[in-house]
C-alpha cells in the first residue's frame, strides 16, 4: 500500500479542512472575532479573512458587535454560526419505539417526530424511513448533512446491519438496507451506549470543557456503556468493545439474554431492577409489571420495597462501576436512563459499594454524575455523530477537545 502523494491534496481539500477548523472553534466558544481566530489556529489575519468572508457569502456564519460594551472604542465584531444553514437527522430506535429528530448546526433539537414500535421489523422501519425522508425534506437544497441513527447492540457501523440486537429481539436485520433506501444523504450507524457518551462529550454549552477519560452508562433496557478514551470513543478491533453489561459479576448467576449467566445487565438494568420489585411483590405475571419511573416514584414516596429494591440495585451498579473504574481509570462515570432519575435516591448506595471495593485512593479523582442529556442522550448522539462529522472530518473524533488543534479532515463521498 502506497500513501498519498503530497500533491494528490488538492487545494478544495485544504480550503474545506481550514473552513471546518474556524466553524469548529467558532462552535465551540463564545464571542469569537477574527483576531481570536487568527490567534488560536496561527493562521494569516489575510487567511482568516479570505476564508471568513467566504463563509459569510455562503452562508454559514454571521458577524455583528458583541453584545457586551467595548472597552475602548467600538464594540469588536463577533463571528456567529447560521444554525438554520446545514442541518441533520437523528434517528433512535428503542425497544417501544423509533424517535426521528432534525436539528442544525448548534445541535438543538427543532423537530422531533415519535412511531411506536410494530411487531413486525420491516415494516416498522419503512415506517421509520418515511419519517427521515419526510424530515429530510425535498426541498432541503443540499442542506442535509446526513441522517444518524442509533440502534442497540452488535451493529455493523459501516452498513447498519444489527447483528444481535438481543433487547430488541433482532438478529441479523439490515436495518441500514431499509433507512437508506431511496435517500442520497450519508447514514451513519452507532451503537446507542457509545453515541450517548458521543453526546455528553459533543453536545456541551460553548466554553465548557468537555470530558477527556469517561463511562457512560446506559440502563435501558440492558446495560450498555461507551468509553471515551483521550477523548476518542473506544470501539475495538471490530468494533464491539465495552460491552460491559455482559461481564459476569456473579458466578453461576441469572441467565442472560447473551447466552452467558451472571452478567452485569442481568443485575443492575432498568429491566432487572423492575423484575428485582416484581419478584419481592410476588408478582406472578412473567414479565415485570411495574415501570422503573413508577418504583422511583413510590421511592420518592417513602415505599420501603421500592427504597429497597433501588438499594439492591446499586449495591449491584457500584460493583459494575467499581470494574469500571479499575479498568480504565476514568475521570467520570456519567449515568443515564433511570439512575439519572433517582440518582438522589441512589448515590450513597452506589458510593458504599465502590468503597467496600476499592480503597479512596482509587476513588478519590473519579466522580459520577447524570447524564446531561437525561433520556435523550441516544437521540443527541445520532444527531451529534453527523455534527462531528461535518465540524471534523470524522464522526469518531468526539470533539471539543480539538478547539486548539486543526482537525484531520476526510471528505465525505
Ligand atoms: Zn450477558
Redesign the pocket.
Known amino acids: 500500500m502506497s500513501l498519498p502523494r503530497r500533491s494528490a491534496l488538492r487545494k478544495s481539500d485544504v480550503r474545506e479542512t481550514n473552513e471546518r477548523l474556524l466553524l469548529n472553534i467558532i462552535r465551540q466558544n463564545v464571542g469569537v472575532s477574527r483576531a481570536d481566530l487568527a490567534r488560536i489556529t496561527g493562521f494569516s489575519p489575510s487567511s482568516v479573512t479570505f476564508v471568513v468572508n467566504r463563509m459569510i457569502r455562503d452562508g454559514l456564519l454571521t458577524e455583528a458587535p458583541s453584545d457586551a460594551p467595548a472597552q475602548v472604542g467600538r464594540r469588536p465584531l463577533i463571528l456567529r454560526l447560521r444554525p438554520e444553514s446545514l442541518f441533520a437527522v437523528g434517528v433512535e430506535i428503542t425497544r417501544s419505539e423509533a424517535r426521528i429528530a432534525c436539528a442544525g448546526l448548534d445541535g438543538r433539537i427543532s423537530k422531533l417526530r415519535t412511531l411506536p414500535r410494530q411487531q413486525d421489523h420491516h415494516v416498522f422501519l419503512v415506517r421509520v424511513r418515511d419519517a427521515i425522508r419526510a424530515m429530510a425534506g425535498k426541498n432541503s437544497d443540499g442542506r442535509l448533512l446526513g441522517v444518524g441513527v442509533s440502534l442497540a447492540g452488535t451493529i455493523n457501523r459501516a452498513t447498519g446491519y444489527v447483528v444481535a440486537a438481543e433487547n430488541l429481539g433482532w438478529v441479523g436485520v439490515d436495518v441500514g438496507q431499509v433507512l437508506s433506501d431511496g435517500l442520497a444523504a450519508p447514514f451513519y450507524y452507532e451503537n446507542d451506549a457509545k453515541l450517548s457518551a458521543l453526546a455528553e462529550r459533543w453536545c456541551c454549552e460553548p466554553g465548557s470543557k468537555p470530558l477527556d477519560n469517561f463511562v457512560f452508562l446506559t440502563l435501558s433496557p440492558g446495560l450498555g456503556t461507551g468509553v471515551v478514551i483521550e477523548g476518542r470513543l473506544f470501539h475495538g478491533s471490530t468494533g464491539e468493545a465495552s460491552e460491559f ?2 461481564t459476569s459479576l456473579v458466578p453461576d448467576g441469572r441467565r ?3 447466552g ?1 449467566a451472571g ?1 452485569w ?2 443485575y443492575a438494568s432498568q429491566r432487572a431492577l423492575e423484575r428485582l420489585y416484581s419478584e419481592k411483590r410476588g408478582d406472578p405475571c412473567p414479565q415485570p409489571c411495574v415501570d422503573a419511573d413508577v418504583i422511583i416514584r413510590l421511592a420518592r414516596n417513602g415505599d420501603s420495597m421500592a427504597l429497597e429494591v433501588l438499594r439492591e440495585t446499586a449495591s449491584y451498579l457500584g460493583a459494575g462501576c467499581a470494574n469500571l473504574n479499575a479498568a480504565f481509570n476514568p475521570e467520570a462515570i456519567i449515568v443515564g436512563d433511570y439512575l439519572a432519575s433517582a440518582w438522589d435516591l441512589m448515590e450513597d448506595a452506589v458510593w458504599s459499594s465502590l468503597r467496600l471495593r476499592a480503597p479512596n485512593r482509587y476513588l478519590n479523582h473519579l466522580r459520577i454524575a447524570p447524564s446531561r442529556h437525561g433520556r435523550d442522550s441516544a437521540l443527541m448522539g445520532a444527531l451529534a455523530l453527523v455534527l462531528s462529522t461535518f465540524f471534523t472530518g470524522s464522526g469518531q473524533n468526539t470533539g471539543n477537545g480539538t478547539a486548539l488543534q486543526p482537525a484531520t479532515a476526510q471528505r465525505r463521498a
Open positions: 453489561g455482559h442472560c439474554v447473551c452467558s452478567c445487565e442481568e
